[in-house]
């Protein structure tokens, strides 16, 4: 009898054990599905656009009102609350564009393209952000709008790749040879992201080293460092909810792309399967 009860235990176990996994992948499945990803993103969109809206409201007073002025920059550092996480999420996004060039190349996932599409505009606005706001907070710290600086010409290179990228989109019609030709181009281009990243420690550059993300830890004083994380949540919760906004439009636009499709060719097979009227005569 103890014999049996053991048994039992064993089996009941290997039974939970193995139906994890198996729920696990039939939710993964389902985001996967376009339909099932719909569904989960009418879901989170509300929630992801008001704590969108509430991080920025805490990052920003943060940023203006609690934060001290610089002992060196003066008020002018209060830039590097848009700044930094600007440059934070172009890297971001390319990052998860490269990743979505590989499921596309590789693992055929079918959500991949439309992530990489819908990316790619975004990932050009926060490096818009960055170079610009790097811009301005250049004059009053360099005495220069612009310098031929190895981060500020890596980020500017960034931005031109995502350019391309939204151009090669728009100049192949046919979705699946755009997928794969923008995929290899995302891939090429991913060797900038070490080099945007790295500069300041492989050359002589006017940017400072890193200071937040660092193995030491970081070297901001807390007083600033807080509200720059809190704004870099800000961005992150905006890129997340303008990337469903994005994506789920993208699935729409391919949903009616191919009801048009479907009804033009039934139009053309219902004008072919009629007689003319004379020889009907």
Same mark, same amino acid.
């Given at each position: 009898?103890?014999?049996?009860?053991?048994?039992?235990?064993?089996?009941?176990? $290997? $039974?939970?054990?193995?139906?994890? #996994?198996? $729920?696990?992948?039939?939710?993964?499945?389902?985001?996967?599905?376009?339909?099932?990803?719909?569904? /989960?993103?009418?879901? %989170? /969109? @509300?929630? =992801?656009?008001?704590?969108?809206?509430?991080? *920025?409201?805490?990052?920003?007073?943060?940023?203006?009102?609690?934060? @001290?002025?610089?002992?060196?920059?003066?008020?002018?550092?209060?830039?590097? *609350?848009?700044?930094?996480?600007?440059?934070?999420?172009?890297? %971001?996004?390319?990052?998860?564009?490269?990743?979505?060039?590989?499921?596309?190349?590789?693992? $055929?996932?079918? /959500?991949?393209?439309?992530?990489?599409? &819908?990316?790619?505009?975004?990932?050009?606005?926060?490096?818009?952000?960055?170079?610009?706001?790097?811009? +301005?907070?250049?004059?009053?710290?360099?005495?220069?709008?612009?310098?031929?600086?190895?981060?500020?010409?890596?980020? /500017?290179?960034?931005?031109?790749?995502?350019?391309?990228?939204?151009?090669?989109?728009?100049?192949?019609?046919?979705?699946?040879? !755009?997928?794969?030709?923008?995929?290899? =181009?995302?891939?090429?281009?991913?060797?900038?992201?070490?080099? +945007?990243?790295?500069?300041?420690?492989?050359?002589?550059?006017?940017?400072?080293?890193?200071?937040? *993300?660092?193995?030491?830890? #970081?070297?901001?004083? #807390?007083?600033?460092?807080?509200?720059?994380?809190?704004?870099?949540?800000?961005?992150?919760?905006?890129?997340?909810?303008?990337?469903?906004?994005?994506?789920?439009?993208?699935?729409?636009?391919?949903?009616?792309?191919? =009801?048009?499709?479907? &009804?033009?060719?039934?139009?053309? !097979?219902?004008?072919?399967?009629?007689? @003319?009227?004379?020889?009907?005569?």
């Amino acid at each position: 009898m103890g014999q049996s009860m053991a048994d039992e235990r064993a089996a009941l176990h $290997r $039974r939970s054990s193995g139906a994890k #996994p198996h $729920r696990l992948m039939q939710a993964l499945y389902a985001i996967a599905n376009p339909a099932g990803f719909t569904r /989960l993103t009418r879901f %989170l /969109l @509300p929630l =992801l656009a008001l704590a969108t809206a509430i991080a *920025f409201a805490i990052g920003l007073y943060m940023s203006l009102v609690t934060a @001290p002025a610089d002992y060196q920059q003066g008020e002018s550092v209060r830039i590097m *609350f848009v700044h930094v996480p600007a440059a934070w999420l172009a890297l %971001l996004t390319y990052t998860a564009m490269t990743a979505s060039a590989l499921g596309t190349l590789v693992f $055929r996932h079918p /959500l991949a393209d439309v992530a990489q599409k &819908a990316a790619a505009p975004l990932g050009a606005g926060f490096s818009a952000i960055c170079l610009v706001t790097g811009s +301005i907070w250049g004059k009053p710290t360099w005495g220069s709008w612009w310098e031929w600086d190895a981060r500020l010409t890596s980020v /500017l290179i960034l931005f031109l790749i995502y350019l391309g990228i939204i151009a090669l989109w728009r100049a192949i019609d046919e979705p699946g040879k !755009a997928a794969r030709a923008v995929s290899i =181009l995302t891939l090429v281009g991913a060797i900038n992201i070490p080099i +945007i990243k790295f500069s300041v420690d492989w050359w002589y550059t006017l940017h400072q080293p890193a200071s937040v *993300f660092r193995v030491g830890g #970081p070297t901001i004083h #807390p007083s600033l460092l807080t509200p720059l994380l809190v704004m870099g949540l800000a961005y992150l919760l905006l890129f997340s909810t303008l990337m469903i906004v994005r994506m789920g439009a993208e699935l729409s636009e391919r949903r009616i792309r191919r =009801l048009l499709a479907i &009804a033009a060719q039934d139009a053309t !097979a219902t004008g072919h399967g009629r007689e @003319p009227a004379g020889r009907a005569a």
